[in-house]
T-cell receptor
Framework: GAVVSQHPSRVICKSGTSVKIECRSL??????MFWYRQFPKQSLMLMAT?????????EQGVEKDKFLINHASLTLSTLTVTSAHPEDSSFYIC????????????FGPGTRLLVL | GQQLNQSPQSTFIQEGEDVSMNCTSS?????WLWYKQDPGEGPVLLIA?????ELTSNGRLTAQFGITRKDSFLNISASIPSDVGIYFC????????????FGTGTKLQVIP
């Protein structure tokens, strides 16, 4: 099956700093990747759709200047949380689709962000 | 926006029992997906459904895509302790948007 990795798996940072999270598709090329955020005991909420070679599409209510997304290659998308605050602490999960192959999304293992 | 309601929210069952959970939507989907999420990990795909009425099995798991395209159910038979986790349904309406909407989740606990 398709494998998606994320790095780091866990990060703690000080308030006001920026944090970069990487999402990689290991055994396939992904023209589209997705970034989700999950708060404790809640479902996954889509933040943005990351398209290789073009700008990301953000969901309503998600600040694009705060959550910078770069999809520079067919196997890598990055999410940068800029000027992080404690309320940004969450579980961030990426997913990727195999191009032209049904509609199934494969998820990464997630990144736990704690902002102090 | 689209809403996916899952039920039950949470359930306890005895090891060896069967359990069903279902998902209903306020709008139609072209694809239904069922995922399992263990604590601190990303969701893992269990079953994908692509046609209305489709019934698909994966080992002890069976899922169906409702005829109305607004609902789906997942059944787990002969439960074992490692079935514990949170199960999410997800719907994909690929009308050019390719976005997946997740359900509210069902927390399953299996009593050995």
């Amino acid at each position: 099956g398709a494998v998606v990795s994320q790095h780091p798996s866990r990060v703690i940072c000080k308030s006001g700093t920026s944090v970069k999270i990487e999402c990689r598709s290991l055994d396939f090329q992904a023209t589209t990747m997705f970034w989700y955020r999950q708060f404790p005991k809640q479902s996954l909420m889509l933040m943005a759709t990351s398209n290789e070679g073009s700008k990301a599409t953000y969901e309503q209510g998600v600040e694009k200047d705060k959550f910078l997304i770069n999809h520079a290659s067919l196997t890598l998308s990055t999410l940068t949380v800029t000027s992080a605050h404690p309320e940004d602490s969450s579980f961030y999960i990426c997913s990727a689709k195999i191009p032209n192959y049904q509609e199934t999304q494969y998820f990464g293992p997630g990144t736990r962000l704690l902002v102090l | 926006g689209q809403q996916l309601n899952q039920s039950p929210q949470s359930t306890f069952i005895q090891e060896g029992e069967d359990v069903s959970m279902n998902c209903t939507s306020s709008s139609i989907f072209n694809t239904w997906l069922w995922y399992k999420q263990d604590p601190g990990e990303g969701p893992v795909l269990l079953i994908a459904l692509y046609k209305a009425g489709e019934l698909t099995s994966n080992g002890r798991l069976t899922a169906q895509f409702g005829i109305t395209r607004k609902d789906s159910f997942l059944n787990i038979s002969a439960s074992i302790p490692s079935d514990v986790g949170i199960y999410f349904c997800a719907g994909d309406y690929s009308g050019g948007y390719q976005k997946v909407t997740f359900g509210t989740g069902t927390k399953l606990q299996v009593i050995p």
